[in-house]
């Protein structure tokens, strides 16, 4: 698939958010993006992703196939998913996802046959404190019932927009994933509508109630756009910059005689060597503080060299009776090997009978056969 050029447009530009040698961050968004185009991470968008970022398709494949979010197939426009984990389940979330299953005849991650609407059941929601949950395309259904549930797929498949609990106005996958790759909602009051569920506002409620505040907080300051932020962050620090005093001028420094090994180009230190000692000595206590000899290899001295450990005379003795006992084998035949059975045996083969005269397959005289 040939991605649009929009989409193209979007990608450079995700990745120019990112430092140069950094752009393998921008693999998330990326892969969200190309989501956003197919409604799924198809083989196609891997390949997208890798040539744009210089990765190859394993390194892509690999992070894709990792994350829940990234889907591997064609998914409808409205991905359901139900929290069927702990909470949920005992307020009846499993209730809910079956009650779902069976009326829109899917399973898990599995499609209607109108394109409409993909089930799943979520591991968790983050939401215990409203379960059971589902969520259309993230965004939430509190305190969901079997019947609510119902109602809320039947009008997505009429053409409808129901609105969520909390967040904003419901959009399409497609159209989620465009948000998920950094860029905003463009449609109009898109963010306008929704608003945090009482059990969020429950702290805040309580610190009102106790006069609980962070001090100097206003919190009716109005919250800047990005340039605005920016604009007054470079006004402060020019003012900043502004407000400091002209550096004094460094006063001129003495010149200092050259050292040693300035003039001698070496850096080891300089160490007077004690007068009283000779130089086998002083490499002795170099290589062993505590020496009391000179070293092996200082000029006129004889040390010891380490030899095997005199054996005890019984212990030659032992090794000499062993030594006698097991001559060496000549021939090549193994230490050990007695050869007269195996002379004996070459000559009965070849006459062509065995040690009693009979068959000579059968060697024992039993009558079986070796």
């Known amino acids: 698939m040939s991605f649009s050029e929009t989409t193209r447009v979007r990608a450079r530009e995700i990745i120019a958010r990112y430092p140069a040698d950094r752009s393998r961050s921008a693999l998330l968004p990326l892969l969200h993006l190309v989501q956003s185009e197919e409604g799924y991470v198809s083989p196609a968008g891997v390949e997208f992703c890798a040539e744009v970022l210089g990765?190859?398709?394993?390194?892509?494949?690999?992070?894709?196939?990792?994350?829940?979010?990234?889907?591997?197939?064609?998914?409808?426009?409205?991905?359901?998913?139900?929290?069927?984990?702990?909470?949920?389940?005992?307020?009846?979330?499993?209730?809910?996802?079956?009650?779902?299953?069976?009326?829109?005849?899917?399973?898990?991650?599995?499609?209607?046959?109108?394109?409409?609407?993909?089930?799943?059941?979520?591991?968790?929601?983050a939401a215990c404190d409203y379960g059971p949950v589902m969520t259309v395309n993230y965004d939430f259904f509190d305190n969901v019932e079997p019947q609510a549930a119902l109602d809320v797929v039947e009008e997505l498949r009429a053409g409808g927009r129901p609105m969520p609990t909390r967040g904003a106005r419901l959009c399409t996958l497609k159209e989620m994933a465009v948000q998920l790759a950094g860029?905003?909602?463009?449609?109009?009051?898109?963010?306008?509508?929704?608003?945090?569920?009482?059990?969020?506002?429950?702290?805040?409620?309580?610190?009102?109630?106790?006069?609980?505040?962070?001090?100097?907080?206003?919190?009716?300051?109005?919250?800047?756009?990005?340039?605005?932020?920016?604009?007054?962050?470079?006004?402060?620090?020019?003012?900043?910059?502004?407000?400091?005093?002209?550096p004094a001028p460094e006063p001129a420094k003495a010149v200092e005689p050259a050292k040693p090994e300035a003039a001698t180009g070496s850096t080891a230190p300089d160490v007077k060597a004690p007068d009283a000692k000779s130089p086998q000595v002083r490499t002795a206590e170099t290589r062993q503080p505590d020496a009391s000899t000179a070293v092996p290899d200082a000029p006129g001295t004889k040390m010891p060299v380490d030899g095997p450990a005199p054996a005890p005379r019984d212990a030659r003795a032992a090794e000499a009776a062993g030594a006698a006992a097991n001559p060496p084998a000549g021939d090549g035949k193994p230490a050990g090997d007695a050869a007269g059975a195996q002379e004996r045996n070459l000559k009965e083969a070849g006459s062509g009978t065995g040690a009693d005269g009979g068959d000579p397959a059968d060697a024992s005289g039993t009558g079986v056969r070796k």
């Open 183 to 246: 860029f905003a909602d463009e449609r109009d009051g898109a963010v306008a509508d929704g608003g945090p569920g009482e059990p969020s506002l429950r702290g805040l409620r309580l610190a009102e109630q106790h006069g609980v505040s962070v001090p100097g907080f206003d919190p009716k300051t109005p919250i800047r756009s990005k340039a605005e932020a920016d604009r007054a962050a470079a006004e402060e620090k020019a003012k900043a910059e502004a407000a400091k005093p002209a």
């Open 55 to 125: 990765l190859n398709k394993a390194q892509v494949g690999a992070v894709a196939t990792f994350y829940t979010m990234y889907k591997r197939k064609p998914t409808g426009d409205y991905l359901v998913s139900v929290c069927t984990n702990t909470m949920c389940d005992v307020l009846g979330g499993q209730k809910v996802y079956d009650t779902l299953a069976e009326h829109l005849g899917v399973g898990h991650e599995e499609t209607t046959a109108d394109g409409k609407i993909t089930l799943e059941h979520a591991e968790c929601l």
